[in-house]
DNA sequence: TAGATATTTAGAAAACTATCTAATTATCTA
DNA sequence: TAGATAATTAGATAGTTTTCTAAATATCTA
């Protein structure tokens, strides 16, 4: 499972959180996704990338597209990690500086 | 109530998640919150304002102190967003970068 | 297989973020 | 009021992120 460091970045920035929300209602090619953004193709490519080294999307050919899709587990995990964050009075991960498993990402 | 883009930033930094999981124990001084950190006074200073301008946390002066503390009431909007936003087939907030009210913050 | 289409990779520029030291502001107390 | 303590603001720098254009890669189809 991805790191919640990583996830927490992929959904800080609003193209990656809109591209989140059109593949909640249906799996899209990079070119379909991209029509709903005024940014060039590489840089959709780039948000995309964050999306699935967040773990958030999978991605499979289809032909000459690659088809983006929401990845429910991981989905599911984030809100969970979330709310425990929010909610608890203690929090479970430790979000600190110090050490992480997944090495400090950034 | 800040906008949701400045919380999700706010969140997406590890020395700023453990900051918010101290006060959730107790509220602190800015420097009894910096003793935990291995960085200066005036970088402390910059993650307590990132917090204080999403509206997660809120300061009040005791003497010499400034005390921080958990803004409880935006912990909850915050929790219930990202609830949302990854539970839903389709969240509410429309994530996009056209328009937002609270426009556009970076 | 040549050309068209879809997407990613490379490399560079601009903007933003985190960090530091030095200086400033606010408060307390002897 | 002078000096000490707590915290923030100013200004600089290093590193990261977002964005772009150009080039490369993969697949399809005539």
New interface residues.
Partial sequence: MASI?KV??A??D??R??V??LL??KEMSAGELGAN??ISGPSMSHHLNKLKAADLVQTTRRGQSIVYSINTSV??D??QF??K???????TE????DH?GEEQDR
């Fill in positions: 460091q927490l970045e959904i800080s609003p193209t959180r809109k989140l929300d909640k209602k953004f005024d989905f599911e984030a809100a979330v709310v964050f929010f909610q608890d009075t203690r929090a430790d979000a600190g500086n992480d």
